[in-house]
């Protein structure tokens, strides 16, 4: 799997947009990117995820660029419950690969 | 959505013991269940692949003997840390992909479970 670079850490105030970058500029045309969160102590929860396509769902919007080397989600208004490491995982599209974490962006939302 | 439970959640065991590790799909069977142990501000890292009805598949480096996964059924995957030592202590994470599910779904997480050893 392709690797991905993401920063260390990030700051965002509550109710504005938190805006996470990753870079992956190895991604093959058969792998996906995949976003996932961690909440400290809880298990990683799936976020979205897309291949080429912008996409959009109830939790955030994943914006990847036209020639797919980097990728950006997008949290539209950030609660403090958005506190968490975010990872950003490229994928295979066949079969089922596992998943592969990287060291992620804590993203840190204050008041 | 599709829930995967694990059970502890949390456990402080004593060194020399045996400690077992429940990881449940509550809602979906799952033909297929993954192992993580995640280390203090560590990411988490894969220990093993177990499939329901055939052995495990470990991960380089982790030991098969002390990490003894079963995967009796469809629901249910079990991960024993046989006579664990502190430096066993970690957060222990398990994931579920449902069976039949076309690919490249998401992987469902347990809340993890948080094993002291001392």
């Known amino acids: 799997d392709a690797k991905t670079t993401q920063p260390t850490s990030m700051d965002c105030a509550e109710g504005r947009a938190a805006n996470l970058p990753c870079n992956h500029s190895?991604?093959?045309?058969?792998?996906?990117v995949y976003w996932y969160r961690q909440i400290h102590s809880q298990g990683p929860q799936y976020i979205i995820h897309?291949?080429?396509n912008n996409e959009t769902n109830e939790m955030a919007s994943l914006i990847i660029t036209e020639d797919r080397k980097s990728s950006t989600l997008i949290l539209p208004h950030a609660t403090l419950r958005d506190t968490a490491v975010y990872y950003c995982?490229?994928?295979?599209?066949?079969?089922?690969?596992?998943?592969?974490f990287g060291k992620g962006t804590m993203l840190l939302v204050s008041p | 959505g599709a829930v995967v439970s694990q059970h502890p959640s949390r456990v402080i065991c004593k060194s020399g013991t045996s400690v077992k590790i429940e990881c449940r799909s509550l809602?979906?069977?799952?033909?297929?269940m993954f192992w993580y142990r995640q280390f203090p501000k560590q990411s988490l890292m894969l220990m093993a692949t177990s499939n329901e009805g055939s052995k495990a598949t470990y991960e380089q480096g982790v030991e098969k003997d002390k990490f003894l996964i079963n995967h009796a059924s469809l629901t249910l995957s079990t991960l024993t840390v046989t006579s664990a030592h502190p430096e066993d202590s970690s957060f222990y994470i398990c994931s579920a992909r449902k069976m039949g599910a076309r690919e490249n779904t998401e992987a469902f997480f347990g809340q993890g479970t948080r094993l002291t050893v001392v």
């Open positions: 995982i490229v994928r295979l599209i066949s079969g089922y690969s596992t998943l592969t």
């Open positions: 809602d979906f069977q799952a033909t297929t």
């Open positions: 190895t991604i093959s045309g058969n792998e996906y």
């Open positions: 897309g291949l080429k």
